[in-house]
């Protein structure tokens, strides 16, 4: 069964392409049971290297699903079919992505970049209350909203902090990204 086939069965009606990823491609689709649209992230397990769906995939599914706040992209539904394809449903980020704003507008005017990066700010301080580090923070993974709010977006990389005996947290052992 193709991915709107898959979609259809679970009440939804497919839109356009959003994107494409090294490991998903994101789509847009209309939720009957929410009445609005919502972003569809797409992984199929076949096609993704075993490292990713051994470590990063089971990362970034629980901590969708563990955080909730204003300034981070909610998810509403995390369903799998039978021949491992993921669907990952979420808030659509209407506007697009920040890099995109910004090429598209040219540089942002003091007051929006403030409010921004407060609403960032706070997004990762709550994540990094839960003890998650999000290890991908780039322009491309800030969504816009209609009103042109901030949603942190991609926990691809993501990850809980580990701590010792103490209580205090432990530096991660490994990094993301390529060195500046």
Do not use: W
């Not at 497919?14 to 992984?43: M, Q, T």
């Not at 799998?80 to 394809?85: H, K, N, Q, Y």
């Amino acid at each position: 069964m193709d991915d709107a086939a898959v979609l259809r069965k679970k009440g939804y009606v497919v839109g356009i392409n959003l994107g494409k990823g090294s490991y998903a491609k994101v789509k847009s689709a209309y939720s009957e049971r929410l009445k609005f649209n919502v972003a569809v992230k797409i992984i199929d397990r076949k096609k993704t290297p075993t490292d990713f769906v051994e470590r990063f995939l089971p990362r970034e599914m629980d901590i969708l699903a563990t955080v909730n706040h204003r300034s981070i992209i909610k998810t509403y539904e995390i369903f799998e079919t039978s021949d491992g394809r993921i669907y990952i449903v979420m808030e659509l980020g209407v506007q697009g992505d920040l890099l995109e704003f910004i090429k598209c507008r040219g540089a942002l005017q003091e007051d929006d970049a403030r409010k921004m990066f407060r609403q960032l700010s706070s997004a990762v301080k709550y994540c990094h209350d839960l003890d998650v580090v999000h290890r991908d923070l780039k322009c491309e993974n800030l969504l816009l909203d209609k009103d042109f709010n901030i949603k942190l977006s991609d926990f691809g990389f993501s990850k809980r902090c580990l701590r010792d005996g103490s209580g205090r947290l432990t530096l991660s052992k490994t990094f993301c990204g390529s060195a500046a």
